[in-house]
Nanobody
Framework: VQLQASGGGLVQAGGSLRLSCKAS????????LGWYRQAPGKERELVAQ???????TYADSVNGRFTISRDNVRRTLYLELSNLKPEDTAVYYC?????????WGQGTLVTVSS
């Protein structure tokens, strides 16, 4: 299983970014996939999750600002980040739980300047 994340960068507060995570080695269409983030000195936290039925869930801190989506043909998971705040600064990781194992992408850094 491989998860390749991309799309992070430096953005001003109020700006937007789009993260992508290309997956291989899994039956993409039936897996629950998610985005997590880890800020300096903090624990990794769930940001958003997409189930095979397509129903998304979001952390309260990002609900209404972030949108998770998936393209089962391209085997890619997306996270649209809008109205970004400095507290959104973190390394963002895509995740899948597959055959009782947690798999993580390599992480992509999002930095939001005030």
């Amino acid at each position: 299983v491989q998860l390749q994340a991309s799309g992070g960068g430096l953005v001003q507060a109020g700006g937007s970014l789009r993260l992508s995570c290309k997956a291989s080695g899994i039956n993409f269409g039936i897996n629950t996939l998610g985005w997590y983030r880890q800020a300096p000195g903090k624990e990794r936290e769930l940001v958003a999750q997409s189930t095979s039925s397509g129903s998304p869930t979001y952390a309260d801190s990002v609900n209404g600002r972030f949108t998770i989506s998936r393209d089962n043909v391209r085997r890619t998971l997306y996270l649209e980040l809008s109205n970004l705040k400095p507290e959104d600064t973190a390394v963002y990781y895509c995740h899948v739980y597959h055959r009782s194992v947690d798999f993580w992408g390599q992480g992509t850094l999002v930095t939001v300047s005030s």
